[in-house]
């Protein structure tokens, strides 16, 4: 696979091979049928069975028991009782939504959107951040689903914690092992290899690992004279210690995928910066980062969709505690549809998560196109 | 560099220096390298460490990391208590009927895709490119629905189509298709070929490396998967190795079993780690061209 590959059709073969015999769109029907099938019955016809199951009140115990109730659902999420708006309320999460309204400008000035897009997309910004996430429960009011906020808070947190250590590191690694020899290679092999644990195994691990009494961590703590922590117990330091197990876990991916980005730029750069006496950081800031641009986006979007789809961690190390600080959105998606039993309402919220991620890869699909 | 240097002959030695500084500012970065793997990897030694102690020491000392008076009791554990081995053989069946289908359907519809010019295409094509933007985890509700009207949850297709819908194997097989100089199927054409014999005997031996990346990638990814056989497969006989593992997981004060609990973690990972140790080269690249669609 030399050739270069980009998110276009593929290419129709020459006029002369068009029709290998009459009944050509029969024979491609035929290889696509099996595939079809399956696909439309089993990722895309769910979407549209969320959206359905969002408008009902539906029971798990007795799938037939449903009762249409509109929009409730949608309501029961994002509304509450004696709801206010404030300016400040929640202003560090506006902020940076609102740092999406420079970006879009710069997108548009560089022509890969419309002039029609780029308004539509401001003003929707500035209507969700800083109008409509202004709104609040006021005094003696309540969310009629607070676990919903924190749940799907504890992710965005988890996001935005994660990402940048795990791309970070993932590049630091990449490029201190971007070098040749037998040595390297087994050096990275060893950061590789817990991507291929499950998440099962990956839990079983750690859970110990950080466990005070029986772990590792415990022990070089209790080693040094420091009192050991308790780190999925503590509320302050459960989240980070989830980040860190994730780090651990999955920083080989994206070593693999900085590799492959680092491969690609052109050699003789850095031949020409050493004859200009160009120096480590120089080579670093001028052909590196440039070099790597395609790939770091890559990377980041890859990141920050498998980090909204955080789950499995957090389920079996701590089952959302303690007191719901590792409470994400999926585990209350699963809560509510697997034991609360309200499926409709947990369809509502996955159809949620579902379009905050797809207006994620969208809006990286646009305003970053791939250059060179 | 303390003596000063004049004559040629020394500067020749100053170079020498500085290249033998450069060597060894080198081979200090790999010393440091070599330690933060070690340090890297120790997690996954202690696990097997764990699983080679016998449990009487365990509950003494979980520290070590070389295994104090081996032995394989937690390994014939695994084997003659509970369900590890049903799981682990549910696993390989799910995993090993995925990996097959997928290989098979992403091969044939990428290779329509590719080669066949045909009405609909146009339509057919972005539509399968816009599942790549469906999150996996994120429609387990409804198709958990879908499965229970028909009564057909704790069954293994039931844990294998939703993953073997996934199309990100059709784009990886259509990008390689593609890049298939036409001379070749040319020559099966003249040769009186049919497409389907065109497809079996000469496109699909050429894809073998597409085809090895595309189904260790899956197979890891499979064999891992965690959310839709917790939601599926809900009685015990049915977990996978994953979802059964997680589940021994609940009670955490069995410090008692630990051993026996570590062995299961290192049979749960043994697959996957043989496969990685012998296709490490596929597998990486599995990941460049799936994700980022290059290769």
Redesign the interface.
């Known amino acids: 696979?030399?050739?270069?590959?980009?998110?276009t059709?593929?290419?129709?073969?020459?006029s002369a091979?068009?029709r290998?015999?009459a009944s050509?769109?029969f024979?491609?029907?035929a290889?696509?049928i099996?595939?079809?099938v399956?696909?439309l019955?089993?990722?895309?016809?769910?979407?549209v069975?969320?959206v359905i199951?969002g408008f009902f009140d539906?029971d798990f115990l007795d799938?037939s028991d449903r009762t249409f109730i509109g929009l409730e659902n949608y309501g029961r999420m994002f509304w509450g009782t004696n709801m206010t708006w404030d300016a400040t309320h929640i202003w560090q999460w506006r902020i940076l939504g609102l740092l999406g309204v420079p970006l879009i400008i710069r997108a548009k000035r560089r022509g890969s959107i419309t002039r029609t897009a780029m308004i539509a997309l401001v003003v929707g910004l500035i209507a969700v951040f800083a109008i409509a996430m202004g709104v609040h429960p006021g005094v003696d009011g309540r969310w009629y689903d607070s676990q919903f906020w924190g749940s799907f808070g504890n992710t965005l947190l988890f996001t935005v914690m994660s990402t940048p250590a795990i791309v970070g590191l993932g590049l630091a690694l990449a490029i201190?092992?971007n070098r040749p020899g037998r040595?390297?290679g087994f050096?990275r092999?060893?950061?590789?290899?817990?991507y291929?644990?499950?998440?099962?195994?990956l839990?079983?691990?750690?859970?110990?690992?950080l466990?005070p009494?029986?772990?590792?961590i415990g022990?070089a703590f209790e080693s040094v004279g420091l009192e050991p922590i308790n780190w999925l117990n503590n509320t302050t330091w459960a989240m980070p210690a989830i980040v860190v197990t994730t780090l651990?876990w999955t920083v080989g991916?994206n070593l693999?995928?900085f590799l492959?980005g680092l491969q690609d730029i052109d050699k003789s750069q850095y031949e020409a910066a050493d004859i200009d006496g160009a120096n480590g950081w120089e080579k670093f800031q001028f052909i590196t980062v440039p070099g790597l641009r395609r790939?770091t986006l890559?990377v980041v979007t890859?990141q920050i969709?498998a980090s909204?789809?955080i789950?499995?961690q957090v389920?079996?190390m701590t089952r959302g505690g303690p007191n719901g600080a590792t409470r994400v959105a999926?585990q209350h998606?699963?809560e509510s549809?697997?034991r609360d039993f309200e499926?409709g309402y947990?369809?509502a919220m996955?159809l949620f998560?579902?379009v905050v991620?797809?207006g994620i890869?969208?809006l990286q699909f646009k305003f970053f196109p791939e250059e060179g | 560099m303390t003596t000063a240097t004049t004559t040629p002959p020394r500067t020749q030695t100053t170079e020498e220096r500085a290249h033998r500084n450069r060597k060894m500012r080198s081979r200090l970065?790999?010393a440091f390298?070599?330690v933060a793997?070690?340090i890297?990897?120790?997690?996954?030694v202690?696990?097997f460490s764990?699983s080679l102690t016998p449990n009487n020491i365990l509950q003494l000392d979980?520290?070590n990391l070389l295994p104090q008076s081996p032995t394989l009791e937690n390994f014939s554990d695994v084997i003659s208590v509970g369900l590890t081995p049903r799981w682990f053989l549910n696993s390989m069946i799910v995993t090993g009927v995925t990996t097959l289908f997928t290989l098979?359907?992403?091969a044939?519809?990428g290779?329509?895709?590719?080669?066949?010019?045909?009405?609909?295409?146009?339509l057919?094509?972005?539509?399968?490119?816009a599942?790549l933007?469906?999150?996996?985890?994120?429609?387990?509700?409804?198709?958990?629905?879908?499965f229970?009207?028909v009564e057909q949850h704790n069954t293994f297709h039931a844990l294998a189509?939703?993953r073997?819908?996934?199309?990100l194997g059709?784009f990886i097989m259509?990008?390689?298709?593609?890049?298939i100089p036409?001379e070749v199927?040319?020559a099966a054409?003249v040769d009186g070929a049919?497409?389907?014999k065109t497809?079996t005997t000469v496109m699909l031996p050429m894809a073998a490396?597409?085809l090895t990346a595309l189904a260790i990638f899956t197979f890891?990814l499979t064999?891992?998967d965690?959310?839709w056989p917790?939601?599926s497969a809900t009685q015990r006989e049915m977990f996978t190795?994953?979802?059964?593992?997680?589940s021994l997981?609940g009670n955490?004060a069995q410090?008692t079993e630990?051993g026996a609990?570590?062995a299961?973690?290192v049979v749960?990972?043994l697959p996957?780690?043989i496969?990685?140790v012998i296709f490490?080269r596929q597998?990486?690249r599995g990941?460049?061209?799936g994700?980022?669609?290059?290769?």
């Open positions: 696979m030399t050739a270069t590959v980009e998110r059709s593929p290419e129709v073969t020459p091979f068009r290998w015999t050509d769109s024979s491609a029907w290889f696509l099996p595939f079809l399956i696909y019955l089993f990722l895309l016809y769910p979407v069975q969320a199951m539906w799938i201190a092992l040595l390297v050096l092999t060893l950061f590789f290899a817990p291929v644990l499950s998440v099962a195994v839990t079983l691990i750690w859970a110990f690992l466990n009494t029986t772990g590792l022990a651990w991916f693999v995928l492959a790939t890559l890859l969709i909204f789809q789950f499995g389920f079996i999926i998606i699963y549809g697997f499926l947990s369809s996955s998560l579902f991620m797809v890869s969208v | 970065f790999m390298l070599f793997a070690i890297w990897i120790i997690p996954m202690w696990m764990l979980t520290t098979i359907l992403s044939m519809a290779y329509a895709f590719a080669r066949i010019d045909f009405k609909g295409k146009k057919a094509y972005p539509l399968v490119l599942g933007m469906v999150p996996k985890e994120a429609m387990f509700v409804p198709l958990f629905l879908m229970a009207e189509l939703p073997i819908a996934a199309p059709v259509t990008q390689f298709f593609t890049a036409n199927e040319e054409r049919t497409r389907w497809f490396p597409a890891v064999w891992n965690f959310l917790l939601v190795i994953t979802t059964g593992l997680a997981q955490f410090a630990l609990l570590m299961r973690g749960a990972s996957l780690l496969l990685f490490q597998l990486i990941i460049s061209i994700s980022g669609g290059k290769g």
